[in-house]
Structure formats: C-alpha cells, structure tokens
C-alpha cells in the first residue's frame, strides 16, 4: 500500500477472509481476496431480494429402497436461478447466513417442498416424503414450527411426510439448547434426520435423547468401505445403532455399484446418490421414475451403469 488508508484497507479485508474460513489464523492480503469480497457483495445484494423475484428454485435428489426399487422419499436442495446461471447452496447460502435470509429461504424450501408433494400425489406419483435441510441456528427461531405446520395445513400434507434435516455436528453443538425445539417438532409429528452421521462423533446416550427418526451415514465412510476397514467397522456400527434404536438408516453419497453392494451386505438397504441420480427438477423427476420403472419387485435402474450417469 501506497499510504496507512490502504494498507489499513487491505488488512480489513485480510481479516475479513480469515473470519470466513473460520478464524483463528493469519493471512497476509493477496489480490484475489478483493475480488471474492466484492464478488460476495455483489452476491449479498442481490440475495435480499431473491424470494421477491422468485428465483429461488428446488431440486430432488430420490432416495430409493433398493429391495424394492421403489422411493421412499425425496431431499429437497435449493438452487438460484440468477439470470441465465444456476448457483449451488454453498455459493450463497453461507451469505445469506450472514444477512439472516437464510431463515426465510429455509422456510420457503419447506411450503415449496410440500407443495410439490401435493402435486405429485394429485397426480399418482409414487412420493411419499421429502426432506428439507434447516440449519441448527434456525431450531432458535420460532417462525420454524409455525411454517412448518402453516405449510402442511395449506397442503393437506400428514406431518410425517415432512422430514427436516440437520447436520449432526452442528445438532451435538449446541445439543442442550435445540433438543426442546426438536421435541416440539416431534410432537407435531414432523420427522428429523440426522446428515453427515458419523462425522460429529454423537453420543450415544444424546442420541437416546434426542427425537431422531433417521440417520444418513456420511459420504466420507461410503467411499471408504472397500479400502478401509475402519470404515467398514464405523457403518456396521452405525447401522447396528440404528436398528437397536429403531431408527431408518440411509446411505448418501452412493455413487459406485460396489458401494451399493457393501451397504446392502451390510444391512443398509435405502440408499442415495449420483449411482441412482442427480438432483433433478420436478418434472425430470417424474420423468426418471418412469423411464427406470421404479416399481416393486424390479431390479434398480443404475445396475451396471457409472456413477452419475
């Protein structure tokens, strides 16, 4: 820096990065951090008026029963149409958790997601759930149960057919703070998932307490099964865990035919990932689930082919 006013500038923005990934470390100021700042203004901006100009949009990734080849549900991942470009969540939702939006856009994805539930059941389409993720800091805001129950009544929807989905890290956290609003969700009759299970070390003793009603074995120890055989002995665990507390286990992350094979071996039969699927819009959705038969009794759709084909 030529003068105190720049050099004080650049070490704003210097800490300001630090912050962002984290803390707790020195950066000395390179270039590129300024342009991602302004970037991520720019970003900022225009995410305060996303859900005025409907730009906001929702993908599903299917969750197959791989016994039957049937769905038993869909994950819910929120997209931004911005202009002609598509962003992926980790583009804007860490600014948007730092504006607040991020709650309104949680609660958005919740009355989208059922609504489109309703729309495929009127229609005879074979989906019986979808899931939404919230982040942990939203189970702090009153406004989650109550949109959540304003959007199953306007739908019609049971509460069961609503999961919500929190990563287990973040949930063991700040467990003592989020365990009365996860009952009252229970209560309602909303279900919860844990993601990324595995991956926050829970305890077993906080997860007897906690109102849970699935687990989804995190990608890491997924894509480690055959190599690793302490991986291997974590997912028997986990899946032993669920069955002893009569939770519905999921593996996510799926996207080769021997993982598949593993976790079937093993005693996880519903699955998720690229192996079946990429996240899709409703109607390709529809049109995956006929073109693949998804149907009791058949073999699943993926069988011989790559992963995210």
Known sequence: GRNFEMLLAKADVAMSVARQQGGNRLLVYDDAYGEQLRGDFELQSALATVLDRNELVLHYQPIIDTRYNRVV??????????????????????????????????????????????????????????????????????????????????????????????????????????????WELKKAGIRIALDDFGSGFSSVSYLTRMP??????????????????????????????????????????????????????????????????KPMTAAQLERWMTENHIMPGRGWPGEGTTAGS
């Open 212 to 277: 849970v009603d699935t687990l989804k074995i995190d990608r890491v120890f997924v894509s480690e099964l055959e190599n690793d055989i302490g991986q291997l002995k974590v997912v028997r665990s986990i899946i032993a865990l669920a069955g002893a507390l009569d939770l519905q286990i999921i593996g996510e992350g799926v996207e080769r035919t021997e993982e598949m094979h593993m976790l079937q071996k093993l005693g996880c039969q519903d699955l998720q990932g690229y192996l079946f699927s």
């Open 73 to 182: 549900g869909v994950e819910a991942l929120m997209r931004w149409m911005r202009g002609s470009q598509m962003l992926s969540p980790g583009k804007f939702i860490p600014l948007a958790e730092d504006s607040g939006l991020d709650f309104r856009m949680g609660e958005w994805a919740i009355s989208e997601a059922l609504q489109q539930l309703r729309r495929w059941q009127l229609a005879g389409v074979p989906i019986p759930g979808v899931s939404v993720n919230v982040s942990v800091r939203h189970l702090r805001q009153p406004t989650l149960l109550r949109a959540a129950q304003q959007a199953l009544e306007a739908t019609e929807m049971p509460a069961s057919a609503l999961t919500l989905e929190l990563t287990e890290i973040d949930v063991m956290r700040d467990i003592e703070n989020v365990l009365p609003t996860l």
